[in-house]
């Protein structure tokens, strides 16, 4: 326990840096870390300079002894590495707002994560990963690999089933829901037990003072959205409320794309109508993040940070790095192997559910049997998932299209190959395996 550790963030040119250093900053004790790599491309080069610039004198102010390192070369930075950290986005903000604005030419959901826009994100995105892991076997085997690049639960189950790296998902959505709880609560005395997949995960208990309450609490927490939106990039817009009561179970935030899909849309395209799209917001939103980390008095995390619409991810990554370190056995929410947690799901499928973090790894709670309509809908959203990522690696169009068939937010059709054939030709240049285009 008292070995030096070499930490890798890769993307370490993102806005959200400084949230990740200002994490191993207030957990140093715990997680001595000597080395901490921020690692991007060279057309991120300039943020990476302007954000590591800051990370340096954030450590500065803290007086810890945490040498900061700025490269564009990974493999240097991967070597020996102890903990690796993924937040990269391929194709910058750019290629997001084309992912947002095709679909929506075309009267579909524009979103980062889910539909069009999270299968495209994933075409680009799994290759990349699978390269670095494919690094780390030959760098730094023994490393973890802490994925919080979206959508995360199909990068991580790419990595866990075609790389020999160990890795752990994360996504800030069920921490956004426990703060909202414990906010009606009034303290942080309890437990939501998570089941599900990558946004697309619900709070099946509320264990607090010895018994389940999420019954009792439930028209209360959907009341509370209503008014607030518990995540940034979606709207609060109000719940269908006895229809998820009778559910039985807490939604998350994102369950309102397919749950009240008509409804969002409507507000995307009203927006797309004015040519204001969600990927927009986020890149006006970054543009004056950098310009605050120009600041060279600016020494710590500002609080605009909160605003981007991320937050917490990187928190919780030090957390659960924190956990894995010293083998806390504390309870988190993770992506990870389903090893028959939801039955009518594959083994090796990646869920996102409450897990005790052990030096081993995550290892996923019991819990009771979701009802059928839900396992339903997972299975045909893991369906989805598992054809994208075939998709993402052998580059097969027919197989991308099936893959778009199975999913309930993708207009199927003639339009889907249409659709398709436009994002394919806006994302070229971070496609090389497809060239039915060419």
Wanted: aromatic content about 8%; hydrophobic content about 40%.
């Amino acid at each position: 326990m008292s070995k030096s550790l070499k930490v890798v963030t890769i993307g370490g040119g993102s806005s959200y840096t400084p949230e990740i250093v200002e994490g191993f900053i207030k957990r140093h004790k715990s997680i001595p870390i000597k080395e901490l790599w921020l690692v991007d491309i060279e057309e991120g080069y300039e943020k990476l300079m302007i954000v590591g610039n800051l990370a340096k004198r954030m450590v500065k102010k803290a007086g810890i002894n945490m040498d900061i390192h700025l490269t564009i070369n990974r493999k240097e930075a991967l070597k020996d590495a102890d903990f690796v950290t993924t937040q990269l986005r391929v194709g910058l903000l750019d290629a997001r707002i084309k992912d947002e604005r095709i679909p929506l030419s075309h009267g579909m959901l524009g979103q980062e994560t889910n539909g069009f826009g999270g299968f495209m994100k994933a075409l680009r995105t799994i290759p990349v990963i699978l390269d670095i892991a494919k690094e780390m076997e030959q760098l730094c085997p023994n490393a973890w690999l802490i994925n919080f690049s979206n959508p995360s639960g199909m990068v991580t189950e790419a990595v866990q089933r075609f790389s020999r790296i160990k890795c752990i998902g994360l996504c800030n959505v069920p921490i956004n829901m426990t703060k909202s709880v414990a906010e009606l609560l009034g303290h942080e005395q309890f437990l939501l037990h998570f089941i599900g997949m990558n946004h697309y995960v619900w709070a099946k208990h509320l264990y607090y003072d010895g018994k389940d309450i999420l019954q009792e609490m439930l028209p209360k927490i959907l009341e509370q959205e209503s008014e607030r939106a518990v995540v940034k990039n979606i709207r609060p817009i109000s719940w269908n409320k006895d229809f998820i009561i009778s559910t039985g179970m807490m939604p998350c935030p994102y369950h309102r794309y397919y749950y009240m899909h008509d409804d969002i849309l409507q507000e995307e395209l009203e927006d797309f109508s004015r040519g204001k799209t969600r990927a927009e917001t986020v890149k006006s939103v970054e543009a004056k993040l950098f310009e605050l980390y120009k600041d060279m008095n600016l020494d710590k995390k500002p609080k605009e940070l909160e605003e981007r619409g991320g937050a917490y991810y990187s928190d919780t990554a030090c957390d659960l790095i924190k956990a894995i370190y010293t083998d806390s056995r504390e309870i988190m929410v993770v992506n990870v192997r389903n090893n028959n947690t939801i039955a009518s799901l594959p083994d090796d499928a990646v869920i996102e559910t409450s897990a005790v973090i052990t030096r081993a790894g995550a290892i996923p709670l019991s819990i009771s049997s979701l009802p059928d309509v839900a396992q339903s809908e997972l299975l045909q959203l893991k369906t989805f998932e598992r054809l994208t990522i075939e998709a993402a690696i052998t580059g097969d169009y027919n197989t991308a299209l099936r893959a778009l068939t199975h999913n309930p937010l993708v207009k199927h059709g003639k339009i889907t190959q249409i659709v398709f054939d436009e994002l394919l030709e806006a994302h070229k240049d971070y496609l090389d395996k497809w060239n039915k285009l060419d």
